[in-house]
């Protein structure tokens, strides 16, 4: 098993930023600094499901 930690680089929130003057998330549409990344690197798109199985499907 593999892990990945994903951190959100801060020049993709262009001038959105506390910095400039936005509040942050609720209250704004800044990105907190605190905040995480939600996601994944699987791509879903080209390879679906259990990346150790591809092309069949999952058992119970």
């Known amino acids: 098993m593999v892990g990945a930690v994903l951190y959100s680089d801060p020049g993709d929130d262009g001038e959105?930023?506390?910095?400039?003057?936005?509040?942050?998330?609720?209250?704004?549409?800044?990105?907190?600094?605190?905040?995480?990344?939600?996601?994944?690197?699987?791509?879903?798109s080209v390879r679906p499901g259990d990346p150790t199985t591809p092309g069949y499907p999952s058992k119970p």
């Open 16 to 44: 959105i930023r506390e910095e400039n003057g936005y509040k942050t998330y609720p209250e704004g549409p800044a990105r907190n600094p605190s905040s995480v990344q939600r996601g994944s690197a699987q791509f879903l």
